[in-house]
């Protein structure tokens, strides 16, 4: 359309700062685990009995296998147990005795601090500081926590800047693909700034919104929507969403990039108190980056659920997973919709 300004497609660039700790993890495969000589040596194996082999935690190492499937290092047959094998790239250039070994090569890279970490989180499933921040050249109880962290104003404030960063080229996408789901309310659940509610009720003049955010990140929602003229149309509840019953009213609930950030049994609380509030007919809607079902990629997603596990009790959660989940909380009618920049919108109904 004639005026309308042509955005330049800012996907690598996302690529670039999701992936910062991808790199470090295949260095610890193959450096610390030496993953892929063991792979070699035991021929198939499940993924289970991978873990139990090397001292792993599942959550991590489910994220390590998914990465490496996504680099063409194992293949992953989820049909049959999760078995792992490893491939012919991995076996001519990552394994003891090839003559085309690069272990040396990536074990020069074994000391730094990132790998370390990941190392760790392998181990313990105890996710690294955020962005392997440190005071005083130790790593504080808070600094454990990213969510904890969220307490200190000047982090909520600067982690709610970035998400709100990230979310004005993703929220109009989002929007533009659920343009024809039915909406009269919507309850944007984790919403940081609300960038997404924003988008979403911009095209349904009718259409009310609320955000559900914790002190005092909700105090910083309330500000950016405030100075984009929205705090009459955008509502910031503040509460937990974890141990506040979320508000009846609202036929379409929307987690963006919020679920990535939990373990199973939180993701699932979220979803059954969606289930609850929602009316009969209801929407929820995860947008996110999602892991195929058969978890062998897409490798930017893969990269991205490193950062995650890194420094979250989350991953980036496959589509059968999902799938899996809202069945259980007893939603129907499970579909995937991409938007942009490696995003997608997975749908569920509420039946009625």
């Known amino acids: 359309m004639e005026g309308v300004p042509v955005v330049p497609d800012p996907t690598a660039l996302y690529r670039i700062r999701d992936s910062a700790c991808a790199t470090d993890l295949l260095v610890a495969a193959v450096a610390e685990l030496d993953l892929f000589s063991l792979l070699a040596g035991i021929g198939p194996t499940t ?12 959550r991590p190492a489910d ?59 392998l181990r313990t499933d105890r996710p690294a500081a955020w962005a392997s921040s ?31 960063a990230r979310g004005a080229f993703l929220g109009p996408a989002l929007a533009d693909t659920l343009a024809d789901l039915p909406c009269t309310g919507l309850l944007d659940i984790g919403g940081s700034s609300g960038v997404y509610a924003a988008a979403l009720i911009e095209k349904r003049a009718t259409a009310r919104a609320a955000v559900v955010e914790r002190p005092p990140v909700d105090a910083a929602a309330r500000s950016l929507l405030e100075a984009r003229g929205l705090a009459g149309r955008i509502e910031v509840i503040g509460a937990d969403m974890f141990s506040d019953p979320l508000p009846a009213g609202y036929d379409l609930h929307l987690y963006s990039q919020v679920l990535h950030d939990w ?20 929407w929820l809607v995860d947008h996110d980056t999602h892991i195929d079902a058969d978890k062998s990629g897409p490798l930017p997603v893969a990269e991205y659920s490193v950062l995650l596990m890194h420094s979250t009790p989350g991953k980036c959660w496959s589509v059968g997973e999902l799938s899996e989940m809202t069945a259980a909380a007893g939603f129907v009618d499970a579909r995937v919709l991409p938007t942009v920049a490696d995003r997608s919108a997975f749908l569920v109904r509420k039946p009625g």
């Open 63 to 121: 994220v390590l296998l998914t990465l490496c499937a996504a680099r063409g290092l194992v293949d992953r047959d989820l049909a049959s147990g999760d078995l792992i094998r490893v491939t012919d790239l991995a076996r001519a250039h990552l394994t003891a005795g090839s003559p085309y070994d690069l272990r040396a090569y990536y074990r020069s890279l074994a000391e730094r601090p990132g790998v370390q970490e990941l190392v760790r989180v």
């Open 134 to 164: 440190t005071a005083g050249g130790a790593v504080t109880a808070d600094r454990r926590d990213w969510s904890g962290r969220l307490v200190d104003p000047d982090f909520a404030g600067r982690i709610t800047a970035a998400m709100d």
């Open 263 to 282: 373990d199973r049994e939180r993701v699932a609380q979220l979803l059954a108190a969606s289930f609850e509030a929602l009316p009969p007919g209801g």
């Open 47 to 58: 993924a289970s009995e991978l873990c139990g082999e090397l001292g792993l935690a599942a």
